[in-house]
């Protein structure tokens, strides 16, 4: 922890963590998705399974490495506030740079996943299955992430022959990619933990709140950085896949690797959680409409986001 006198540093430290984070995830990405490319998967399933996982390498560290560290407040706040930005202001601001084109895959078989994982996040919030029976919910999801996995894999087999070609390099180049980019996450991850209880414990601001938007944000600039140049780029299948797999390896793998350790109190965030099936309901309108998520929509993504953060600072009741 900073020492006592030392608050000063805290600030500084956290914007390491964000940098440390943000650089270790991009790698890690670059290293996983070229790999991928060799399996002969095509664009989408890359972007939902693996790059998805790059991407959610930080929420991972972060919020696993604070239910080691017997914090719920940043444990569960990140993965909430995470899984809301990468939504509204990931995808708004992607769409803002260019338009994104929505594949009828998406639709069809990406949403309603990430829909049906919501909801069952909510169920077992209001079925105390994160909080006295912590260690049974996280088996739970564990269980229903490898068999995400599964069907995924499944997926990608039947969509080989549809595979974009692209020089992927070397794999014993890629694979030093991905383990220089998960050493770099892990000690990004420990200074946004460090940093962000001291900020919370100065400001006197609940972790569970800090973690809920600020790390939040942080842990999200892997998701935003690939989005947004993939919408740059016209890649509009990574640009939504990215954050789409995000959310789902947020909520199953990571939540419940964290159950494992200790109580999260959702029942103590409800609301929050309420907040992110609704954002996740009032995807599907935006995405059927035209297949497209137009600048202007993206404008009021950013504005619900922003109404979001000033929710969780000034309109929310939870107390650690």
């Known amino acids: 922890m900073i020492p006592s006198g030392l ?11 964000v940098l440390i984070l943000y650089k270790g995830s991009d790698i890690l990405v670059d290293g996983t998705s070229k790999i991928a490319a060799k399996l002969g998967v095509s664009t989408l399933i890359i972007s939902v399974l693996l790059v998805g996982f790059g991407t959610s390498a930080p929420e991972f560290a972060i919020s ?15 993965i909430i506030g995470s899984c809301i930005a990468n939504l509204l202001l990931v995808l708004g601001l992607s769409s803002i740079i260019r338009p ?16 049906g994982v919501s909801f069952v996040l909510l169920f077992c919030s209001y079925a105390n299955l994160f909080d006295n029976l912590h260690i049974f919910g996280g088996i739970i999801f564990i269980i ?13 087999n039947r969509e080989k022959n549809k595979k974009d070609k692209f020089n992927s390099g070397k794999t014993g180049k890629n694979f030093l990619l991905i383990i220089i980019g998960i050493i770099s996450v892990i000690i990004g991850a420990e200074l946004l933990i460090i940093s962000s209880v001291k900020i919370a414990e100065v400001l006197n601001i609940p972790t569970f709140i800090i973690a809920l938007s600020i790390v939040a944000i942080g842990t999200s600039l892997p998701e935003l950085a690939v989005s947004v140049m993939a919408a740059y780029k016209g890649e ?3 640009a939504v896949g990215n954050v789409l797999g995000s959310n789902v390896f947020n909520i199953l793998l990571i939540l419940g690797i964290a159950a494992l350790f200790i109580p999260l109190n959702a029942i103590a965030s409800i609301d929050h959680i309420i907040i992110l099936v609704a954002v996740t309901l009032m995807m599907y309108p935006i995405l059927y409409t035209g297949h497209i998520i137009s600048r ?12 979001f953060i000033w929710y969780a600072f000034f309109g929310n009741t939870y107390f650690l």
């Open 7 to 17: 608050e000063i540093l805290a600030i500084p430290i956290f914007i390491g963590g």
């Open 64 to 78: 696993v490495g604070a239910a080691i560290q017997n914090d719920s407040g940043i444990s569960l706040g990140n």
């Open 100 to 115: 994104i084109k929505i594949d009828r895959g998406i639709i069809g078989r990406e949403m309603p996943i990430v829909l």
């Open 144 to 156: 229903l992430f490898i068999l995400f996995i599964i069907y995924f894999i499944q997926c990608a």
């Open 236 to 238: 509009s299948d990574i």
């Open 296 to 307: 202007k929509e993206g404008f009021v993504m950013l504005i619900f986001y922003g109404i």
